[in-house]
């Protein structure tokens, strides 16, 4: 049985290193802990200075994603004991600088993704007077798995793509676009496509797929993309025979 | 704020098409024209009965369709198997010019040769 | 201490992409021999086209041509592309469902279906090729 695990985070203190560093912590094992529970054992415990996100403990809030032994997680919702025997090494999330230890930056997603209106966006706003925008369940159904989303970037990690080409809108970013595109309420797919049908869009991804094995949600952001990619191919096939102007 | 935008789609889908035709069509050739003669498990097409249907309308057709598209696939691919692989982002409009450039020449090449 | 640290401007620490990315895990180097099997596309367009120039230049050439097909070498070879064109084929036709939704009818069809069609079109396209070159 064991007692112990050993649990090897990446530190990284810029008023004390110039590059980041392992540290090492042996950490009580108990069979229902997840790897936050160990990092929440080392913080109370061991070594209070040691600093990472997490928040609903219980996968639904997307603040505690690290890579743990190289692969993106959610630490809340990764046991201890598929680890075992160890070391459990975890690491901030790969693609985002690192401001502290486990805490990544995450400003450039949030840009991202105000850049593909990730709302309803309408030529014409019903007065409420009028009622509610009515929707049947195949009408949900179209963009239901997009809504999923926890924009826990665990894709983002995952995407070689985005690690290489940091213009790269990623994963999510695109998935969320489609959430929009595809609800019947929505009118801005056209408005949408101008952003996402460029270089830095879709079509610098290549079908990797690791962001879809990765979401915690199985959203599948890779097949949200390769479906957009036809889309727009249709779209620029339409632009040819009926040219609209400006495009 | 609207983007022109880009070219790609047209790209991507050679790249498709290639791929596909591809996928579906060149294992049975592969094995029928390539393999399975050469390892003594069938008798090779003869070359009358391969004249016959490489000069007819729908095998010109057909190599027209497949030659070339299936060198646009792969120029498109490997562009960016070099670009993201190799991280070769500097040298990208010269990749372009020779992965796109060698697939136009071949395919024109085949183009000429199919049709003769 | 770190001597390079500016107190309320600490550098945050952005981790470079090494050349050989692809070899960190098994799906990154599964995906780049992926790719790399348009190569073999390639080279199976390109040596149809020879064939087709060997028949067209006559009865020699083309015999030259069988023998070099014919060599052990050859063969080898032939049977290295032949394996990386059936992973392009089963990669392919299994990523297609994920780019498309098929429907019939006004319902979406399962992925499961999807991929069964894209079977369903290399058995029938493979059979076109054997009858056009053996019946």
């Not at chain 1, 925008?133 to 999923?148: F, G």
């Not at chain 2, 069509?25 to 029928?32: D, E, I, K």
Request: glycine letters at 8%.
């Amino acid at each position: 049985m064991t007692d112990t695990v050993t649990v090897e985070v990446r530190r990284y203190r810029p008023e004390q290193e110039a590059e980041p560093t392992w540290q090492s912590y042996q950490v009580p094992y108990r069979r229902e802990w997840m790897v936050l529970d160990a990092l929440n054992y080392i913080k109370d415990q061991v070594d209070g200075t040691l600093s990472f996100r997490w928040s609903c403990r219980m996968g639904v809030c997307g603040s505690c994603g690290m890579m743990v032994n190289g692969t993106p997680a959610l630490t809340c919702a990764t046991y201890l004991e598929t680890l075992l025997p160890g070391p459990v090494r975890v690491e901030p999330l790969r693609g985002f600088p690192v401001i502290r230890d486990l805490v990544g930056d995450l400003t450039d997603f949030l840009g991202k993704l105000r850049r593909v209106s990730p709302w309803l966006v309408r030529e014409t706003e019903r007065p409420p007077a009028e009622g509610e925008y009515l929707q049947t369940p195949e009408q949900l159904a179209e963009y239901k798995r997009y809504s999923m989303c926890i924009n826990c970037l665990l894709c983002y990690a995952a995407c070689p793509i985005y690690e290489l080409e940091p213009e790269f809108l990623g994963p999510a970013v695109i998935a969320l676009a489609q959430r929009y595109n595809l609800d019947s309420r929505d009118e801005g797919r056209e408005a949408r496509m101008d952003e996402l049908s460029q270089h830095d869009g879709i079509w610098a991804c290549t079908f990797v797929g690791e962001c879809s094995t990765v979401c915690p949600k199985d959203v599948d952001p890779a097949g949200a993309i390769q479906r957009y990619k036809l889309d727009a191919a249709v779209s620029w096939v339409a632009g040819l025979v009926l040219p609209r102007s400006g495009k | 704020m609207t983007r022109r935008r880009s070219q790609e789609p047209g790209l991507w889908l050679l790249f498709s098409a290639g791929g596909t035709l591809g996928a579906v069509f060149l294992p049975a050739l592969v094995v029928l024209l390539w393999v399975a003669p050469a390892l003594g498990w069938m008798a090779p097409p003869s070359p009358e009965r391969l004249a016959a249907v490489a000069g007819g309308i729908p095998g010109r057709l057909f190599l027209s369709a497949l030659i070339p598209l299936a060198l646009y696939h792969w120029a498109h691919r490997f562009r960016y198997t070099l670009y993201d692989g190799l991280q070769l982002y500097h040298l990208n409009q010269l990749i372009a010019v020779l992965t796109y450039g060698v697939a136009t020449v071949l395919s024109v090449g085949a183009g000429i040769l199919v049709w003769r | 201490m770190n001597p390079a640290y500016r107190r309320y401007h600490p550098k945050w620490h952005r981790a470079g992409m090494p050349i050989f990315w692809w070899l960190r895990s098994l799906p990154y180097a599964r995906f780049i021999a992926r790719e790399l099997t348009s190569m073999l596309v390639a080279y199976a367009a390109v040596l149809l086209l020879v064939q087709v120039r060997a028949l067209d230049a006559g009865p020699e050439s083309y015999a030259r041509f069988t023998a070099w097909l014919g060599s052990t070498p050859v063969v080898v070879w032939h049977l290295a592309v032949l394996a990386g064109l059936l992973f392009h084929t089963l990669t392919w036709l299994h990523l297609a469902p994920r780019a498309m939704v098929v429907r019939l009818g006004g319902r979406r069809v399962p992925d499961a279906m999807v991929l069964l069609g894209q079977y369903a079109a290399w058995a029938g396209a493979s059979a076109l090729v054997a009858w056009v070159l053996l019946a």
